[in-house]
């Protein structure tokens, strides 16, 4: 296998690449929750998307992905050493690399129904919802899957991905 050269980019053109995928992938979520119910109109639908996207399981489901993501590493590694296979390390590292692309699937399903439960509740008004204070709490938790998901991002491609700053 030829090695070819990856771009690299500054840390912040990553971060800001990083940052635009995440954003695009909420959107992406957003728009599925305002067309599934019927453009913000049916409350029932929009229950039913959101329930799917952040019910209990998800939480779960994401660590056991991480934990699978692992065994699936492990078994590359093990068979890399019994074949003695020079290929194994870059299937390893794209491997790893789908774990940051799995938080931000998942952060971004949960945000994205959550971002549309907000306009919801800001477009049908009750006093039970603040849309303000779900938009604060969608926003925080989106922040926080964006850090987690951009730092295991930057961990595993910062020797491949960014450019690292001459020695001076």
């Not at 690449?17 to 959107?27: A, G, L, M």
Request: contains cysteine; charged residues 15%; aromatic residues 16%.
């Amino acid at each position: 296998m030829e090695k070819v050269e990856q771009y690299k980019q500054s840390v912040v053109k990553f971060v800001f690449s990083e940052f635009v995928v995440f954003v695009s992938q909420i959107t992406v979520f957003f728009m599925v929750a305002v067309f599934t119910s019927n453009f913000l109109n049916s409350e029932e639908k929009l229950v039913a998307f959101s329930m799917r996207k952040m019910d209990d399981g998800s939480l779960a489901e994401l660590g056991l992905t991480f934990l699978a993501i692992l065994v699936v590493i492990g078994l590359f590694s093990a068979l890399g050493r019994i074949f003695d296979n020079k290929y194994v390390d870059h299937y390893v590292n794209e491997i790893l690399c789908e774990m940051p692309k799995t938080i931000y699937v998942f952060g971004s399903a949960a945000t994205g129904a959550m971002l549309a439960i907000s306009l919801f509740a800001h477009l049908h008004p009750t006093d039970e919802v603040s849309a303000k204070g779900f938009a604060v709490l969608s926003v925080s938790f989106a922040f926080m899957a964006f850090i987690y998901g951009c730092g295991f991002s930057y961990a595993f491609k910062r020797k491949t991905h960014i450019l690292q700053k001459p020695n001076t």
